[in-house]
Nanobody, 128 residues
Framework: QVQLVESGGGLVQAGGSLRLSCAASGRTFSAYTLGWFRQAPGKEREFVAAIKWSAGNTYYADSVQGRFTISRDNTKNTVYLQMASLKPEDAAVYYC?????????????????????WGQGTQVTVSS
């Protein structure tokens, strides 16, 4: 069992930056693919970014490519999402998720149903 706890959300002006953190429990953290999703009011939860267990492979949604950076520190059991050049449309509840499947090759999970564990979410608000 893995428990995920997000932090770092808050209010930021458009163009600003914010870093989200997700602390995980569990001895096999380093073997999981970790992802960030977000959900705005009235919208479906959507994929934002993911990082494979080896930390060598990252994948981003087109909407955040070049602005967001996902990283992980397996020694701290923590995954981060550095967000820059924030836009009002980035406002949402951001969720951390973990996929226990150990993928070989370049495939990176981006669907909600591929992830086994979820955090409770952290709110990001972007003012224009």
């Amino acid at each position: 069992q893995v428990q995920l706890v997000e932090s770092g959300g808050g209010l930021v002006q458009a163009g600003g930056s914010l870093r989200l953190s997700c602390a995980a429990s569990g001895r096999t953290f380093s073997a999981y693919t970790l992802g960030w999703f977000r959900q705005a009011p009235g919208k479906e939860r959507e994929f934002v970014a993911a990082i494979k267990w080896s930390a060598g492979n990252t994948y981003y949604a087109d909407s955040v490519q070049g602005r967001f950076t996902i990283s992980r520190d397996n020694t701290k059991n923590t995954v981060y999402l550095q967000m820059a050049s924030l836009k009002p449309e980035d406002a949402a509840v951001y969720y951390c998720a973990a996929d226990r499947t150990r993928y070989i090759g370049t495939y990176t999970p981006t669907r909600r149903d591929e992830y086994d564990y979820w955090g409770q979410g952290t709110q990001v608000t972007v003012s224009s």
